[in-house]
């Protein structure tokens, strides 16, 4: 594995920072402690294993960040490789695993799923975490992991790294085939003991088969014997089974016509009493056409009382609109009547004001005296008016609610007016209803006229079904009685042939004889199948017409419910528009009740009432505004007496406008009654109102008889219906008599084919008569005969099973010597595989790998180790060691017993010593000699080219000579890398090296800098 990029993201200490590996071959990695330094480390074994210092997942994240990604660029195998991992905190994580290829293009070898990528990443560098944290990283604190680990995990961690495991493959394969070929011995030495078992029983077999031989031969001279006889019988038998068959199809030919004859019974009874159903209707024909002009009589008159009933209430309506615009101009003009002599009166008492004015002007002292008067009245009527004022504000409230509750009534009318002229509208849609509910009428008893008729189809077709059923049956039969018969046909075809029953020789004659029986037997056989297939074919057509009609009835039934639903819908709409006229005529009383009380004002009438009371208190209260005014105006004028001169050329003034103010409004007063008079008598309006009047009158509608021909109507609107029966019965007539001529037709050649069927069926019995019935000795004949086939069915299966026996048992004696020495192969074999798992196993070519490649490691530890401590410190590894109960004095050499290990002894100038005890400086020299070797070991392998060294923060213990080893060291080895990472934070150490990366801890996280 040679580093090319390394790309970090929110890793432990790192927020973003990247590394280009190229050019680097040693190299030293210093900061200070914590700036980051074994994280920019760790950010490789996390790309590739998901491994580093951190406890949980989300610890790899940088503080307050959410995500994290290290992208690892490397060359392995000579190819480009990329490994990016990524993760989102309390999330899932990714993983991707690419090639770079020759385009320079990275080709994606990701797996689905992490779990999957993460072992093609493994199977691809072939080596796993902790291999590599024992070998080619040497992590800060774990240098001496290695050597703490137990003899036996530090073994297996060395095959590991030898790539042993595929020896234990092989020695995994090689005891599953011993297995195979133990398994297979065993079951080959079963096989061969149940044949020597077998093989016993030859002898006793043989007797058996020649026992069984003579039993065969006796049975089969029997058998030719009853078959003889039973030929004899069976030429009569068949005889009589033809006549019988032909009495058969006879008696069923006679039922079908029984049937027919009843069908066609039933078919004339219905359709007589249709005739008597028509006829009845026929009869009263003339009773129905005249109830049906009756009908549209009504019809008529209730149309032209219809438009009278419109344009009766179209003439009230314009009655009332003319009436009420009438009375309106009527009470506009009268009260611009009221209000012009009300002036004038003002105008009067303004003259007599004024006169009085001026002749009291030149009395001033009479005019004081007068105004003390008129002050005293006007603060005695000003007491009154204070008490009158609220009455007359409670008055115009009584008045406002009383304009409010005629304008509720006025609202009310409107509303009735609107829903009188939609019930207006739905009652004109009425004939359409009733002409389409008459129509729908139709349509369903029609419909209810073909279920009738489908329900005699389907019972047609159910008996043709049975027919169809009995025939395909007996054809069946027939088909089977032809497929024996063709049998036995080839047998006797073929020269020499045996009986096809007995199965014994036949000579010539009785050759022939069977053979033109059989032959004659299938003839009539064929007779039968032609008779009852062109009878199924019969009743097939009649049956797929009777399915047709079926099909076609269901599809015209399909729309009858939809139909009734339709008629339902129509009959509710007709009743309603009928609710409609009645809430008509309420609605039209309860309009006129409401005009009556608009025009005479009737309604509200506890307003009506509180506010006449609250008119009688302010009349008994004696305030009159009319009088507090002219006092007022006294005062005024007696205080203009005051003014004197000016006040009474004021009073002069006054005067003369008061009198031609007078003259104008006489004028206006005059032309207003005049107009008044003469819209009572001969306006426009006035003459209209009287000319809607007469026609009113002139138009004679009567509601109670429009109601008579309403009811009447309804009542005979049966006899539509009846109508329609009796003109469907007119077309309807002839065709039915059509089909009880052919009915009655059809019943009389019925009859006779009947008589014609019994004569032949009185025939056909008497010929029966005459042959004798056999059939008991038959079946007896043929009871013997199975029997006796039977015993020699078993006595053949018996002899055949026997001879079968002795065949195999022949063929086993002679598998029997292959077999042997099959089992010796097997037994060969399992040797054979049961040494190479042995060989290939711990104990065997691993220890013996692992025994070769110690020396090597021992001497480039030693090598190394010389360097680093003068020559002071040796390195031994020793595989085996004697057990605890073989240490004894007593134990001899051979009976010593030896257990695998992988023990480190430890020698300096005073002897050996254990590990724990040398000093921290000493153990890292020794721990950091033994990973260098173990390293340069696996390069110059092939099986796993670690090409790079990581050594973090292990010289803080040793002094400057040491230090001084050390760079010696890894220089001595660095051919045989092509990376070698140091990490430190000794200034002295980092000076050896000429490229150098530096990190820094920063506010925005760790820092990365190369300095060569």
């Known amino acids: ?255 079908e016509l029984i049937q027919a004859a009843t069908q066609i019974q039933a078919d004339l009874q219905l359709l007589n009493t249709d005739k008597n159903r028509l006829d009845s209707l026929l009869i009263r024909s003339d009773e129905i056409s005249g109830a049906y002009q009756a009908y549209l009589s009504l019809q008529q008159q209730l149309a032209v009382l219809d438009r009278q009933f419109d344009t009766y209430q179209q ?46 002007a030149g009395d001033v002292t009479k005019a004081i005296a007068q105004l003390q008067s008129f002050r005293q009245r006007v603060t005695e009527l000003d007491r009154l008016q204070a008490e009158v004022l609220p009455l007359q504000q409670e008055r115009v409230i009584l008045i406002g609610k009383i304009d409010r509750e005629a304008a509720k009534i006025q609202a009310k ?49 159910l008996v043709k079904k049975e027919n169809i059923q009995r025939l395909d049956a007996d054809v069946r039969n027939y088909q089977k009685q032809l497929v024996e018969l063709d049998r036995k046909l080839e047998l006797l075809e073929v020269p020499d042939a045996s009986c096809p029953v007995c199965e014994q020789p036949l000579d010539e004659n009785h050759r022939e004889h069977v053979l033109t029986s059989a032959k004659s037997e299938r003839e009539n056989i064929d007779r039968q199948i032609s008779a009852s297939q062109e009878e199924y074919s019969l009743y097939v057509r009649e049956r797929e017409d009777l399915i047709a009609q079926y099909k076609q009835l269901n599809r015209e039934l399909a729309g009858s419910e939809n139909l009734r639903e339709q008629r339902g819908k129509l009959q509710a709409q007709l009743d309603s528009i009928a609710e409609l006229q009645v809430n008509l005529e309420e609605i039209a009383i309860e309009k006129s009740q409401i005009e009556l009380a608009i025009e005479s004002r009737i309604y509200a009438r506890e307003l009506q009432t509180e506010l006449a009371g609250l008119l009688i208190q302010l009349e008994e209260t004696n305030y009159s505004e009319q009088s507090h005014a002219l006092a007022r105006g006294e005062v005024d004028k007696l205080r203009w007496a005051e003014a004197k001169q000016e006040r009474i050329k004021e009073a002069e003034r006054k005067q003369q406008q008061s009198i031609e103010r007078k003259e ?78 052919i009915l009655e037709t059809n019943e009389r050649q019925n009859t006779e084919d009947r008589q014609r069927s019994t004569i032949e069926i009185d025939r056909i019995s008497l010929e029966i008569a005459k042959i004798p019935d056999n059939d008991v000795r038959i079946m007896a004949i043929e009871h013997q005969l199975a029997e006796r086939r039977q015993q020699l069915d078993n006595n053949l299966s018996i002899i055949g099973s026997l001879e079968q026996q002795l065949t195999q048992l022949h063929q086993i004696k002679e598998q029997l010597r292959s077999q042997q020495q099959q089992l010796e192969a097997y037994k060969q074999q399992q040797k054979i595989y049961d040494e190479l798992t042995k060989a290939f196993g711990k104990n065997g070519i691993q220890a013996l790998v692992i025994e070769n490649i110690l020396p090597q490691l021992e001497a480039e530890s030693n090598q190394i180790l010389s360097k680093l401590s003068n020559n002071q410190f040796h390195v031994q590894f020793i595989t085996q060691k004697a057990t605890k109960g073989s240490r004894t004095k007593k134990a001899s050499v051979k009976s010593a017993k030896y257990i695998d290990t992988l023990d480190i002894v430890i020698g300096d100038a005073n002897g050996t010593r254990s590990y724990e005890t040398y000093s ?77 990366i530096e990190v820094q801890k920063t506010s925005k996280g760790s820092q990365i800098q190369v300095i060569t």
Not at 229 to 241: D, G, H, V
Not at 970 to 983: G, K, P, Q, Y
């Open 920 to 996: 921290g400086g000493e153990a890292f020299r020794i721990n950091f000699s033994i990973r260098l070797a173990l390293a340069k070991l696996l390069s110059q392998r092939a099986g796993t080219p670690l090409q790079m060294l990581i050594v973090d923060e292990g010289f803080g213990t040793q002094d400057r000579e040491g230090c001084d080893r050390l760079i010696a060291a890894i220089n001595a080895i660095s051919a045989d890398f092509a990376c070698i990472l140091t990490v430190t934070h000794m200034p002295q150490f980092r000076e050896a090296f000429q490229t150098r």
């Open 413 to 461: 009318l409107n509303e009735l007016i609107l829903r009188e002229q939609q019930i207006k509208v739905k009652t004109n849609e009425r004939q359409q209803l009733i002409d389409r509910l008459t129509l729908l009428d139709t349509q369903i008893t029609e419909l209810d006229n073909k279920k009738v008729y489908q329900k005699r189809i389907e019972e047609k077709g």
């Open 664 to 741: 104008r409004l006489e004028i206006e007063i005059a032309a207003i009654e005049e107009n008044i008079n003469l819209l009572q008598t001969n306006s426009d309006m006035k003459i209209e109102l009287e000319a809607v009047i007469k026609e009113i009158e002139a138009l004679g509608y009567d509601r109670n008889y429009h109601n008579q021909v309403t009811t009447s109507l309804r009542e005979s609107q049966s006899i539509q219906l009846q109508y329609q029966e009796l003109q469907q019965a007119q077309q309807t007539q002839p065709q039915l008599l059509d089909r009880i001529k």
């Open 315 to 360: 003439s009230q309506i314009k009655q009332q609109q003319l009436q009420q615009q009438l009375e309106r101009q009527t009470q506009e003009l009268q009260l611009t009547l009221g209000r012009s002599q009300a002036e004038l009166a003002l105008v009067i008492q303004q003259q007599q004001e004024l006169a009085t004015t001026l002749a009291t």
């Open 1 to 255: 594995m040679i580093p090319l990029q390394l790309s970090l993201k929110n890793f432990l200490s790192y927020s973003e920072a990247s590394l280009d590996f190229t050019g680097l071959h040693t190299a030293c990695i210093c900061g200070a402690n914590g700036a980051g330094k074994s994280s920019l480390l760790e950010g490789i074994t996390w790309a590739i294993w998901g491994e580093c210092r951190a406890v949980s997942e989300d610890d790899a994240i940088s503080n307050g960040a959410m995500d994290v990604r290290v992208d690892f660029t490397f060359m392995m195998h000579g190819e480009t490789c990329r490994i990016i991992r990524s993760r989102q905190r309390d999330s899932t994580g990714g993983l991707e695993f690419q090639i770079q290829t020759s385009g320079g293009q990275f080709r994606t070898l990701t797996q689905k799923g992490i779990r999957s990528t993460q072992a093609l990443i493994d199977d691809y560098l072939k080596i796993d975490y902790d291999t590599f944290i024992n070998s080619a990283y040497l992590r800060q604190g774990k240098a001496d992991e290695f050597m703490l680990k137990k003899p036996t995990d530090r073994k297996q961690i060395l095959a590991d790294l030898l790539k042993l495991d595929r020896y234990e493959q092989l020695a995994d394969r090689a005891k599953d085939t011993a297995k195979q070929f133990k398994l297979q011995a065993e079951v080959l030495t079963e096989n061969l003991a149940e044949a020597e078992v077998q093989l016993a029983q030859i002898d006793g077999i043989t007797q058996q088969r020649d026992e069984v031989k003579v039993e065969i031969d006796r049975l089969q001279q029997l058998q030719v014997i009853e078959e003889q006889e039973l030929e004899s019988f069976k030429t009569i038998a068949r005889q009589r089974e033809t006549w019988q068959q032909q009495l058969g199809w006879e008696q069923k030919r006679d039922r």
